[in-house]
């Protein structure tokens, strides 16, 4: 466990690094696709979305520190896993649900390629936050 190696540098740094180039491209491109309507969304959805990002990825590695029997966490695939279930419990979206299967069968295919650990993490996380947003916005409802 690299915290107990005091070697908790690699939970910060861990996200800017990547396995390899279809790594980071791919969670570029699930960045930029999940953070297009960005810019269209009410300020408080933009705080909630970037805040479940920004949260999520060093929780994820922590939890891989705790989990995981060996190697390091790399990337932030647990933050854009985040921000897929927040969207899938907000917005309920098939196309994202079956953006989510298509990463966890690819997780159960090549376990040892691919970080499960962090995936589950920031889809639990992400689940969370999204139920949170759904329930402040139901009572900012209800007040109105």
Do not use: C
Not at 1 to 16: I, K, N, S
Not at 29 to 34: C, E, G, R, T
Not at 77 to 103: N, P, T
Not at 136 to 141: C, D, E, I, M
């Amino acid at each position: 466990m690299m915290l107990y190696e005091h070697q908790w540098y690699r939970l910060l740094l861990g996200p800017f690094a990547h396995a390899s180039l279809l790594h980071l491209w791919l969670n570029l491109y699930a960045l930029y696709y999940l953070f297009w309507d960005l810019k269209y969304s009410s300020d408080n959805r933009r705080l909630y979305l970037a805040s479940t990002f920004i949260l999520s990825v060093p929780v994820a590695a922590i939890s891989f520190s705790f989990f995981s029997v060996s190697g390091y966490s790399v990337g932030i695939s647990g933050g854009v896993i985040s921000v897929l279930s927040f969207l899938l419990v907000v917005d309920k979206s098939r196309e994202i649900f079956h953006g989510l299967i298509l990463i966890f069968v690819a997780g159960a295919v090549m376990p040892n390629l691919i970080d499960n650990i962090s995936h589950v993490t920031g889809f639990v996380f992400g689940s969370v936050f999204g139920l949170y947003y759904v329930r402040r916005l139901n009572k900012n409802l209800e007040k109105r």
